[in-house]
């Protein structure tokens, strides 16, 4: 295990269960369709990576990526895109994976500002990880993996200070870690 890390709250194998029973979901509900997945960069990429592996459905996929988090730990209201997707969207099933669904700034925003610009037929929000008790935003997830409560969870594309995405499980940071960076 990582130094910095205080326990293992999803191992490897934990995670591959989760993946695995949102694909099921996915593919049920989708059964014959091609939905086109949106992952939400950085932090999807993991999540997004396995799931699209494990989905038996025909699909493309384009990233789009967005910064929502200031100088804090929270994402501010104000988001903006720094990447937008290439495809066309129009008339599609559109599913966004996220990793985690917070405030629901981010998504909120993206979910409007892709049903205004390219009027897909649908639009589901997929998530690894949802922190209802966090939202301020009226935002729920179509499919989530499970709902983690409100502690600083890294790993499997998560970070911190854009450290620790590339640890293959999630893990909860020792407050030391980020108390250190706030002096
Ligand atoms: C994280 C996460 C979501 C968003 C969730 O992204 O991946 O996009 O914050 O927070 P919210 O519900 O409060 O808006 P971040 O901006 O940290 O970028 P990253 O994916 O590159 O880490």
Redesign the pocket.
């Known amino acids: 295990m990582h130094q910095d890390i205080e326990k293992i709250l999803y191992s490897s194998e934990d995670l591959s269960k989760l993946v695995a029973c949102i694909s099921d979901e996915i593919a049920e509900d989708y059964k014959g369709k091609s939905p086109v997945l949106i992952p939400?960069?950085?932090?999807?990429v993991m999540f997004f990576a396995d799931l699209v592996r494990k989905l038996p459905l025909d699909c493309t996929f384009d990233f789009m990526?967005?910064?929502?988090?200031g100088s804090g730990t929270?994402?501010s209201g104000n988001?903006m895109i720094t990447k937008d997707i290439t495809i066309d969207i129009k008339g599609k099933d559109v599913i966004i994976v996220?990793?985690?669904?917070?405030?629901?700034?981010?998504?909120f925003y993206i979910k409007n500002y892709l049903n205004d610009k390219y009027e897909p037929a649908s639009i589901r929000i997929c998530t690894l990880f949802d922190k209802p008790s966090?939202r301020?935003k009226d935002i729920k997830a179509d499919y989530s993996g499970d709902e983690v409560d409100d502690m600083f969870i890294v790993g499997y594309?998560?970070?911190f200070d854009e450290n620790y995405r590339d640890l293959p499980y999630i893990g909860v940071l020792k407050p030391a870690v980020y108390k250190k960076t706030k002096e």
Do not use: C, F, M
């Open positions: 939400i960069l950085k932090g999807s990526s967005a910064t929502s988090y929270e994402s988001v996220e990793d985690i669904l917070d405030t629901g700034n981010t998504l966090r301020k594309g998560l970070d």
